[in-house]
T-cell receptor, first 117, second 113 residues
């Protein structure tokens, strides 16, 4: 049981390049999330999904797109990377149900460290 | 809108000292509350959670937290810290109105040997 996995672990991009971060979970969770973590700012939600085929904007969605074509995968795309997107990106998932569907416990992946030059 | 405040940005303690990290939230309805820990270079792990019932919640590694509804607080405590507790600690709030968690800005704890 791998939990939440993220690919890649590290990446360096040049300004204007594009890339996709992959998140996969094997816990059959309905909800998945993408966060960015910057020093002194905690975790900020970029986008999230409450089920296969659905996505929604979080706190800082600009410059990112997401897709949830399969329940177990949640992709985060950067179409034209900018230095301001240098950050550590975390994916998380949580289950549905009475205690989990609304603001329930989230399980986190190991993170992707992205540098945009 | 809901929000979480962690007023201590960096706490430095010696081993065996007692720890209390503050967490205050803003939300008028029913809440779920969490403390997560992030060890250096690692991902976030759940320390403890409060959904309902006993407001004193015990978590892993000797940590506990107390939910005080009247103060909108969920402070984290540990009676005697160890060097291995050096990490960043995040308080988070979940509610029925939002299908997501709201995180505080984190508190970096450094424990000196």
């Amino acid at each position: 049981n791998a939990g939440v996995t993220q690919t890649p672990k590290f990446r360096v991009l040049k300004t204007g390049q594009s890339m996709t971060l992959l998140c996969a979970q094997d816990m059959n969770h309905e909800y998945m999330y993408w966060y960015r973590q910057d020093p002194g700012m905690g975790l900020r939600l970029i986008h999230y999904s409450v089920g296969e085929g659905t996505t929604a904007k979080g706190e800082v969605p600009d410059g990112y797109n997401v897709s949830r074509l399969k329940k177990q995968n949640f992709l985060l795309g950067l179409e034209s990377a900018a230095p301001s997107q240098t950050s550590v990106y975390f994916c998380a998932s949580s289950s549905g149900g009475s205690s989990g569907s609304y603001g329930g416990e989230q399980f986190f992946g190991p993170g992707t460290r992205l540098t945009v030059l | 809108a809901q929000s979480v405040s962690q007023h201590n940005h960096h706490v430095i303690l010696s081993e065996a000292a007692s720890l209390e990290l503050g967490c205050n939230y803003s939300y008028g309805g029913t809440v779920n509350l969490f403390w997560y820990v992030q060890y250096p270079g690692q991902h976030l792990q759940l320390l403890l959670k409060y959904f309902s019932g006993d407001p004193l919640v015990k978590g892993i590694k000797g940590f506990e937290a107390e939910f005080i509804k009247s103060k909108f607080s969920f402070n984290l405590r540990k009676p005697s810290v160890q060097w291995s507790d050096t990490a960043e600690y995040f308080c988070a709030l979940g509610s029925k109105s939002a299908r997501q968690l709201t995180f505080g800005s984190g508190t970096q704890l450094t424990v000196l040997p």
